[in-house]
């Protein structure tokens, strides 16, 4: 499968601890996004990767969150301290780069913090 | 910075039937992007179809059209010969093209549900 894909598709995880996702995106793709969906909403822009260059980040990522993309490949995303409003769909999308418009999503993590 | 609004929470249809979902949408760019993703349930999102702002005549993708009213910033979406298989939450998107993140900013969604 040469789709975008993300581990683990489900957590559960206890208010406070610390949870970190990973997301491998289409091979050659430049672009790397990470978005958040919670109940009843669209997906929330979290932030963006040209290759390894964190170049936006969006207000919605607090301090307790960070991502990362080393190599140019494969994400993480990291939330510390957990808290429930993190609760949420996160998904990641991948697209070759500019002039090409369509964003290719992973299945997403599902959160849940108790 | 761009808003996206769908207004439908939630819509059906018979099986074979045509429906229209919508979309409004604000912004202050001239140059951009829409685009319609499905969302079926516990499956990755995928693009239905997108539409240039630039281009007058409307995007069509089979069964899916769009109708696209640049000054009423409205883009809805005409799915044709329903089929259990469209049964889906549907996005309304926005994109800003070139020099920057290119990032999506959605709409809520419609909930669509095809009967047979």
């Known amino acids: 499968d040469t789709g975008v894909s993300q581990d683990p598709r489900h957590k559960i995880t206890k208010r406070g601890q610390n949870v970190t996702f990973r997301c491998d995106p289409i091979?050659?793709?430049?672009?790397l996004y990470w978005y958040r969906q919670t109940l009843g909403q669209g997906p929330e822009f979290l932030t963006y990767?040209?290759?390894?260059?964190?170049?936006?980040k969006s207000r919605l990522l607090s301090d307790r969150f960070s991502a990362e993309r080393p190599k140019g490949s494969f994400s993480t995303l990291e939330i510390q301290r957990t808290e429930q409003g993190d609760s949420a769909m996160y998904l990641c999308?991948?697209?070759?780069?500019?002039?090409?418009?369509?964003?290719?999503f992973g299945q997403g993590t599902r959160l849940t913090v108790v | 910075a761009q808003t996206v609004t769908q207004s439908q929470p939630e819509m059906s249809v018979q099986e074979a039937e045509t429906v229209t979902l919508s979309c409004t949408y604000d912004?202050?760019?001239?140059?951009?992007?829409l685009f319609w993703y499905k969302q079926p349930p516990s499956r990755q999102m995928i693009l239905v179809i997108r539409?240039?702002?630039?281009?007058?005549q409307n995007a069509t993708e089979n069964r899916f059209s769009v109708n696209f009213q640049k000054a009423a910033k409205s883009f809805s979406l005409k799915i044709s010969d329903s089929q259990l298989g469209d049964t889906a939450m549907y996005f309304c998107?926005?994109?800003?093209?070139?020099?920057?993140?290119?990032?999506?900013?959605f709409g809520k969604g419609t909930k669509l549900t095809v009967n047979p």
């Open positions: 091979s050659e793709h430049n672009r």
């Open positions: 999308a991948s697209s070759p780069g500019t002039g090409e418009t369509e964003a290719f």
């Open positions: 539409q240039e702002a630039y281009k007058q």
């Open positions: 912004t202050s760019e001239s140059n951009y992007y």
């Open positions: 998107a926005f994109m800003k093209p070139q020099g920057g993140s290119e990032k999506l900013v």
């Open positions: 990767f040209q290759n390894e260059a964190q170049l936006e």
